[in-house]
């Protein structure tokens, strides 16, 4: 396998394990398992490693080596806070613009949505709910914009898990989506964003009252 294949092999795997809960917050990886784990040598590991530590996933700590990195509730807040200032932008941007093939698309990513929901699958829902507000926010016309929030939406990806995780919300989450599709239907870029806020500050609030319960002192 080419160098550069084996890295993302790494990277994509060991941001699944951190995504899904298979390492927890301030666990350690230890790079010898990983060089174990993957039948590689240091270099691709290391190189992948360095990703993970760009996007806020993993940090090098003087004495403990590699930890999984811990988002404290005010950290996790604040995000979600930008987030939904500038997603909700973005949502009113592709929105005012954004042509029927697209919206098809939206449609047919939010049936899939309902799949996931109907079959408990946590995975495909997560899978399809990130192509769903990936695509409202690559299509808002704005590059700057689309780099901080994709910088934004890796820092806390791994939190995303818990928010589906957590039973009784799946249709608001589903009936958001809804609003989002009507006002693209529309061009409404002003409807777009207020369901865009209303999504993101729901799933803020669900996350940090989960993160408050089972770590109040996170």
């Known amino acids: 396998m080419a160098k550069s294949l084996l890295r993302e092999k790494i990277y994509q795997t060991i941001r699944d394990d951190i995504t899904y809960g298979k390492f927890a917050p301030g666990e350690r990886l230890v790079e010898d398992r990983l060089v ?23 940090t090098f700590e003087r004495n403990k080596g590699i930890t999984i990195a811990r988002l404290s ?50 995975r495909d829902w997560l899978h399809n709910n990130a192509l769903f507000h990936n695509f409202l926010c690559e299509h808002c016309g704005n ?37 989002m599709l009507q006002a693209c239907e529309k061009n409404d870029g002003e409807m777009a964003e207020k369901y865009m806020k209303l999504h993101l500050k729901t799933v803020k609030d669900v996350l940090i009252n989960h993160l408050n319960k089972i770590t109040p002192n996170y």
């Not at 290391?46 to 760009?54: F, G, H, K």
């Not at 592709?94 to 449609?107: G, Q």
Request: include cysteine; proline fraction near 2%; charge should be neutral.
């Open 36 to 58: 174990e784990e993957f039948k590689a040598s240091r270099s691709p590991i290391r190189e992948a490693l360095r990703q993970l530590e760009s996007e806020g996933l993993i």
């Open 143 to 179: 590059s700057n914009l689309i780099q901080v929030l994709d910088n934004l939406k890796r820092r806390v990806y791994r939190y995303h898990y818990i928010t589906v995780s957590v039973p009784g919300h799946f249709e608001t989450y589903l009936g958001h989506h809804e609003g």
């Open 73 to 122: 509730i005010k950290q996790v807040d604040e995000i979600y806070t930008l987030r939904c200032l500038l997603e909700s932008g973005a949502a009113c941007l592709t929105a005012e613009s954004i042509t029927k093939k697209d919206v098809a698309h939206l449609r047919d990513l939010q049936e899939k949505l309902r799949v996931a929901v109907k079959n408990m699958d946590l």
